[in-house]
């Protein structure tokens, strides 16, 4: 029980500060509802162009069909010739970090960087187990196996600048926009 | 010499006559503190600091181990670490590399360490073209300008400004919109990140023992750089060096919430090693990963004891943020390439030593950048370090330093010179006790505020005809006499604190004990550079209390209690017998709100007279500060029945600063023009201040704008309570 209370409440945590970083947070309860947000959210998004990473809750949401539905069309590979003129990226993240509202992965293939940072919008796709509370507990897991991956990385909203006049401006080199998808057990989200 | 002064004095004229810089620079203060607050919550500061200090600790201390560490651990994970001593080695490495590689593109993402070494200028001298991918230092390496601030490099220019630049740029006529402007600036560096063959970055943090570097943006242009070039160079200077994985988090933590008020910045990124690149056509390959671990004068600051504590610096430019100085002026005049306090010690050991030595001179020494520093570094103490290693006394005007090294040390000369400028004052005067206007050369004295004039009688005199404060009756248990240290503000303009502290002090059964043989504190002449002046001073006044046989020394002016309490025993650092003196001194001297507060609780004294009174509490920078003490005044306030007022920042500085106040009134003014509007804000009817040269600036300033609220030193708030009890 006590368990399942710490996964809510890391998922309320983490829902508030991404959303304060500028983040949209969407939660997903189960693979069917998953799917059924994916379709809604490209119905909304109507992008012509998506680059994504294969594997993982990306096969399973099947994005493939999702794409085909809304008539984009899904590159999945030659991602440094597509993603410059891709309308939407789209990849699966490691872990969510409640007390930032960030997300973070290993992203030693380059594949996962291009997807995320060269499009005007990121769709990240995030389990709910794999949120954890802390910042610090992050940093560690991401360096426990062998120690540091080749290149790791943290997201915590869009892309930002208040380099003028201090006004706050989105979408300077990244995206403009990041979508999270929480996917995760009613208990858990 | 002279020729240096006024250079300064046109840039400072010049920053202070650009409206932007002043507002933009403003606002950005007036924001700073809460977004700062608020990215705070729920992490505990001061537990974070530590934990910085001490990883960084371990850098300063065994460098040479952690650069060694650094190289094998970074060179195993495919890395190529190049060491480079000095600036040009390093630019000239990179230089290399990209003649070897046929570089024609170089993508920067800001690093300070290429700024101290001038890389840019270095590959474009080359024939190589450098691309600034950060928005603000685009801006600024459009304009052919250098960055007003470490964080924020265009924070001076506005949005009218910036567009007619892009507009140059693209040839095109752009609107000031900011979000059109962020947009154009998104596609054309979008062509170059697409286009260049390598990529140069700084690094926030680097671990020895991974190999590890960390890189912090918040638009996204490091996350690029590292991606899309086939080469990436990282600058890293060997103070970002932390020896374990676990030290670097709370730098991490640290420096978006100093910097940016941000709870962690948008992208980081942590890199161990070189990855695989794509081409357009499909291809991948390992890319080069060349770290550069630059020394360029830090393994000669690591050796420096009274410096090296500034090796633990991590960029946030909250010194910066917080202080009045750099807020009138930005970084292009109180700065070098590091701006403001910390700027100024950096720049004295990563640049050439002219530039600092010129800076130091702009530290108003209020000591508020130490208490916002993540990293626990005492800037302040630096930087009067450093102005002792300069001669800063050079600095002063020759009149003002002869004053210092001469008169001063020379007490009866000293108060032989007050007393007949007591007496030729009159004229300006007007038998008046404040001089509202000075003539020629002087001018600036009393430009913005009233100077008072000096007391027609100073305490000592008066004291003459009043033996029971000069020595204390005799057969008095010594628990009883208490030692009086005046200092100069109380002795010679305000004796009527110095008589309030007095009545005090007996009203609560204390015998005061004035020793004659008091001097200046010799805290002004510490402060000038003046060490020698100041240890005479602080050995006449050592005398003068040791030969008193009192068990505690009061003070009412906090800048002497700092003198008495923290400077002497560092004065006699080498000098055992006097070490000694000091010391005993030093345990004895306590502020005068906090003795009071003490004394008024074991006789349970309960005065209130000031009967709900609204007053509003200014704390000097040197007593909250230094001493810690806050609490205390306000404590005491309270318990004579007075209702504090608080006002928004009531431990800003007032911009007194001593001679500062005197050597740039073109800054002190302005900073003392806030803390009016401050005071006034809170409608209260007294301001109170334990500091009698806050009260000297704060008084003059109201009186300047005819502003009728009184200024009162603590001592005299206290004296008029009791007064009316009996």
Avoid at chain 2, 679 to 704: F, H, R
Wanted: charged fraction near 25%; hydrophobic fraction near 40%.
């Amino acid at each position: 029980m006590a368990a399942v209370t710490d996964a809510k409440e890391n998922f309320a945590l983490f829902e508030l500060m991404a959303t304060a970083a500028g983040a949209e947070v969407y939660r997903a309860h189960g693979l069917a509802a998953a799917k059924d947000r994916l379709v809604t959210l490209l119905k909304l998004l109507r992008p012509g162009k998506i680059v994504a990473c294969e594997g993982g809750l990306l096969e399973k949401l099947a994005l493939p069909a999702a794409a085909e539905q809304i008539g984009a069309a899904l590159f999945t590979d030659r991602l440094r010739l597509h993603a410059p003129a891709a309308d939407l990226g789209v990849s699966e993240m490691d872990l969510g970090i409640a007390e930032t509202g960030s997300i973070a992965q290993d992203a030693t293939d380059v594949k996962k960087r291009l997807v995320s940072t060269l499009p005007p919008v990121h769709l990240a796709l995030l389990r709910a187990q794999a949120i954890v509370p802390t910042f610090r507990e992050a940093i560690l897991k991401a360096a426990e196996k062998n120690g540091p991956p080749p290149y790791w990385t943290v997201i915590t909203g869009p892309s930002r600048t208040a380099d003028i006049e201090r006004v706050l401006t989105v979408g300077v080199h990244g995206p403009y926009r990041l979508l999270i998808v929480v996917v995760g057990e009613e208990s858990e989200i | 010499m002279a020729d240096k002064q006024s250079e300064l004095k046109q840039a400072i004229k010049r920053a202070l006559a650009n409206k932007n810089l002043g507002k933009a620079l403003g606002r950005f203060a007036d924001a700073y503190l809460p977004a700062r607050a608020k990215a705070w919550q729920g992490k505990d500061f001061f537990l974070v600091r530590e934990e910085i200090r001490r990883a960084k600790q371990k850098t300063v201390d065994c460098l040479e181990e952690l650069a060694e560490k650094f190289v094998a651990s970074a060179t195993s994970r495919g890395a190529h670490v190049f060491q480079a001593k000095d600036a040009l080695s390093a630019c000239q490495y990179i230089l290399n590399l990209a003649r070897d590689k046929g570089v024609d593109l170089v993508i920067k993402s800001k690093s300070m360490a290429s700024e101290e070494i001038h890389l840019n200028k270095y590959l474009e001298k080359a024939g190589i073209a450098v691309t600034e991918t950060d928005l603000g230092e685009w801006i600024i390496q459009l304009c052919g300008q250098r960055p007003s601030h470490m964080v924020m490099p265009a924070i001076h220019l506005t949005r009218q400004e910036v567009a007619e630049i892009f507009s140059r740029e693209v040839k095109e006529s752009l609107e000031s919109d900011i979000p059109r402007l962020v947009k154009v600036a998104r596609e054309q560096l979008r062509q170059k990140f697409l286009g260049a063959q390598m990529g140069v970055s700084g690094a926030n943090v680097a671990v020895a023992e991974t190999g590890t570097i960390f890189l912090m943006t918040n638009e996204g242009n490091a996350r690029l750089l590292t991606t899309l070039p086939p080469i990436h160079v990282a600058i890293v200077g060997l103070e970002k060096l932390v020896e374990r994985l676990p030290d670097a988090v709370p730098i991490l933590e640290a420096l978006p919430r100093c910097a940016t008020g941000q709870q962690l910045t948008s992208y980081l990124t942590m890199i161990t090693g070189p990855t695989k690149v794509e081409t357009p056509e499909g291809e991948t390959r390992l890319k080069e990963l060349h770290i550069v671990l630059l020394d360029n004068g830090r393994r000669k600051l690591a050796a420096d004891p009274e410096f090296n504590d500034s090796l633990r610096c991590i960029r946030c430019a909250s010194c910066l943020n917080v202080c009045p100085v750099f807020q009138l002026l930005g970084g292009h005049v109180f700065g070098h390439i590091y701006t403001g306090g910390i700027g100024t010690i950096l720049t004295a050991f990563f640049g050439s030593g002219q530039e600092a030595e010129d800076l130091q001179a702009l530290c108003l020494g209020c000591q508020r950048c130490k208490e916002y520093c993540p990293a626990g570094i005492d800037i302040p103490q630096m930087i009067l370090e450093l102005r002792k290693r300069y001669h800063g006394g050079r600095l002063l005007p020759p009149g003002q330093r002869i004053f210092m090294e001469k008169v001063m040390p020379n007490r009866k000369l000293f108060h032989i010179l007050l007393k007949t400028a007591s007496r030729v004052q009159k004229p300006f005067t007007g038998g008046q006790p404040l001089i509202r206007h000075l003539p020629l050369y002087l001018k600036g004295l009393t430009e913005g505020r009233s100077l008072p004039a000096l007391a027609q009688k100073s305490l000592r005199d008066s004291l003459g005809d009043a033996e029971e404060f000069c020595a204390g009756p005799a057969g008095q248990p010594v628990h009883h006499r208490v030692g009086f240290f005046a200092g100069c503000l109380v002795d010679f303009v305000y004796p009527e604190i110095g008589r309030a502290v007095l009545e005090t002090l007996v009203y609560l059964g204390c015998t005061p004990v004035f020793p004659p043989g008091q001097n200046c504190c010799g805290f002004p002449a510490e402060h000038a550079g003046l060490q020698e002046a100041a240890v005479e001073l602080a050995r006449q006044n050592i005398k003068a209390f040791a030969d008193a046989n009192v068990s505690f020394v009061v003070t009412a002016c906090p800048t002497c209690a700092v003198s008495l309490k923290k400077s002497y025993p560092k004065l006699f650092a080498d000098d055992l017998a006097w070490l000694q003196k000091a010391r005993e001194l030093a345990d004895k001297v306590v502020d005068y709100a906090s003795f009071i507060l003490r004394r008024l609780g074991e006789k349970d004294a309960q005065p209130a007279c000031l009967s709900g009174e609204p007053v509003t509490y200014h704390d000097s920078c040197h007593l909250k500060r230094s001493l810690g003490v806050f609490r205390e005044p306000r404590g005491l306030l309270q318990k004579l029945g007075a209702e504090i007022k608080e006002m928004t920042w009531p431990d800003r500085c007032c911009g007194f600063g001593g001679s500062y106040s005197i050597q740039f009134p073109e800054l002190s003014t302005p900073i003392l023009e806030q803390k009016i509007n401050d005071i006034m804000s809170t409608e209260a009817k007294t301001v109170v201040t334990d500091c009698p040269g806050c009260v000297l600036q704060i008084s003059g300033g109201l009186d300047y704008r005819n502003m009728p609220l009184r200024v009162k030193h603590t001592a005299q708030i206290v004296a008029e309570s009791l007064k009316c009890k009996k």
